[in-house]
């Protein structure tokens, strides 16, 4: 049963008419109607009695100043809430809006509480099923998932919409509210990320000879590293002798030719904000003793060359902490040469803070930044039991 305020969206339904443009959709509706599997109306009351689940799916648009608006949502809410005692025993509230973070769980239940006179349990829970379909193919998309994602208030309790999938082959996830509300976000703005990065791609490249449509099929076409989960797992600043390196020549060459590059001009100082945001978490952690494990740009490599980790030692050094650092990789004793000289010249009297004994560094810290993921480094809870504060940059 579908539920809707607008006396002519649901006549039009009722009698076969989709709402909206979409290739395969008329052919559906026309089958579910004569199965009498669905009718649509605008008396609530009416369409929740009996209801084993009702889905939230009203709009959630922006505010003049960008937030998000959720009178709607929070309109439905209540009106379910105010006939709950219609419905089947238990029942499910999915929320299919868009909604950030947060806003299941905060805003949309407690209106739903309030106006039903009791809190979620044994009468009634709330779920989070955002849903990915492109409009143009969204039946295509519904049939055939990438993923099927529930959030939930507590574990367990999406399983009534899972089982509304039965027969769709596609990996199942029940995560907690906020992440299933995350992730439609961050979905959404990591589309149009790649969009904007094409673009731009495309502006400079034209600008000097190369075919950007050329150009971005051999991206695509490394599924190892560029269309991948590779550089996805949130974590410390980049660095390294490539990526600083070859940002900063784009950025270069699109100036040199005329073109703005607003999404690539940003990458940098975007990274400059993770190292300043690591050394204020330590700052406010109030410890003077800290202990660095990993000092190279990542772990596995002595390559120090704009290792966001030694940026962050400087500073730390810089401001009178009492640092100490292991990195498997860098031995002092083997460093000779250039390296040996630009490693002195960025942490002068690098000897003194240097140590292969990981034991005695981490002795030394009341804080320990984790900054490589490594086997060695993996002992967070240890650390933690003995009193450490971890904070993990990897």
């Known amino acids: ?38 009718r649509a109306t605008c008396d609530i009351q009416d369409g929740l009695a009996d209801a084993d689940l009702s889905m939230i799916c009203v709009g959630t648009p922006s505010r003049s100043n960008g937030s998000l608006d959720l009178q709607y949502v929070l309109q439905v809410a209540r009106q379910i809430g105010e006939n709950l005692s219609l419905t089947a025993t238990p029942h499910t509230v999915v929320v299919r809006s868009t909604v950030l973070p947060g806003s299941t769980r905060r805003h949309i239940l407690p209106a739903i509480e309030s106006a039903a006179g009791e809190p979620p349990g044994t009468r009634y829970d709330i779920c989070c099923n955002p849903e990915f379909l492109r409009e143009g193919s969204s039946v295509e998309d519904y049939d055939n998932p990438v993923r099927i994602l529930v959030g939930e208030r507590e574990p367990g309790g999406g399983s009534r919409v899972m089982e509304l999938y039965a027969g769709i082959d596609a990996q199942r996830y029940s995560v907690p509210l906020e992440v299933a509300e995350a992730t439609k976000y961050t979905d959404n703005a990591f589309h149009a990320v790649k969009v904007a990065f094409a673009n731009e791609m495309a502006r400079v490249w034209s600008a000097v000879g190369a075919d950007p449509r050329q150009v971005m099929a051999m991206v695509a076409a490394d599924t190892k590293l560029n269309v991948s989960p590779v550089y996805l797992r949130p974590g410390f600043a980049f660095g390294g002798s490539c990526l600083p390196k070859d940002v900063r ?118 804080l320990l930044i984790v900054g490589h993921d490594l086997p060695q480094y993996d002992k967070d809870e240890q650390w933690r039991s003995a009193g450490k504060v971890v904070l993990r940059l990897a």
Not at 279 to 285: L, V
Not at 344 to 349: G, M, R
Request: aromatic share 4%; glycine share 8%.
């Open 249 to 366: 020549a784009i950025g270069y060459m699109a100036r040199e030719n005329d073109v703005e590059l607003a999404l690539v001009d940003s990458l940098l100082p975007s990274n400059e904000q993770h190292i300043q945001r690591a050394y204020n978490r330590i700052a406010e952690s109030g410890s003077r003793k800290v202990s660095m494990l990993g000092l190279a740009f990542k772990g596995g490599t002595d390559d120090l060359r704009e290792s966001p980790l030694l940026r962050l030692a400087k500073l730390l050094i810089g401001e009178g902490y009492d640092l100490k650092i292991h990195d498997s990789a860098i031995v002092l004793s083997a460093i000779h040469g250039s390296n040996r000289e630009f490693l002195e010249q960025q942490i002068p009297h690098v000897a003194r803070v240097l140590s292969d004994d990981l034991d005695a560094v981490v002795t030394h810290g009341e």
């Open 1 to 38: 049963v579908g539920i809707d305020v607008s006396a002519g969206k649901v006549d039009a339904l009722n009698a076969g008419h989709p709402p909206v443009l979409e290739p395969g959709l008329a052919e559906m509706l026309a089958q579910v109607m004569a199965d009498g599997r669905l």
